[in-house]
């Protein structure tokens, strides 16, 4: 049965760095576009990052650009949000997706097949 898991978040202060990992079970990481969401309470799913399954090419979110960074490690099964100078946006729950159909980059949370459970990553001081 494929899997999602995501961990890593917790408490932190605005401009603090923090790195999500979402670790995968039942399926390979490595062939398949992986995406992290970040959804605000009453508001929906907006991805962040991307890395696609075809050559590992990245997105990132213009609200992010220059301060996070998505990678794999194929090896843990693992793909990562490193996430550095983190502003005061609100509560917030971080999700990552698995998009088994696509070869490059995905950003509609639509069409996503798997997600983990989520992570919050609430920047306060």
């Known amino acids: 049965q494929a899997q999602l898991a995501e961990s890593g978040g917790g408490l932190v202060q605005p401009g603090g760095s923090l790195r999500l990992s979402c670790a995968g079970s039942?399926?390979?990481?490595?062939?398949?576009?992986i995406g992290w969401f970040r959804q605000a309470p009453g508001k929906e799913r907006e991805v962040v990052a991307c890395?696609?399954?075809?050559?590992?090419?990245?997105y990132y979110a213009d609200s992010v650009k220059g301060r996070f960074t998505i990678s794999r490690d194929n090896a843990k099964n693992t793909v990562y949000l490193q996430m550095k100078i983190l502003k005061p946006e609100g509560p917030a729950v971080y999700f990552c997706?698995?998009?088994?159909?696509?070869?490059?980059?995905?950003?509609?949370?639509?069409?996503?097949?798997?997600w983990g459970q989520g992570t919050q990553v609430p920047v306060s001081s």
């Open positions: 890395i696609s399954s075809s050559d590992s090419t990245t």
């Open positions: 039942g399926f390979t990481l490595e062939y398949n576009t």
């Open positions: 997706g698995a998009n088994i159909e696509a070869m490059g980059i995905s950003l509609l949370s639509d069409e996503y097949k798997y």
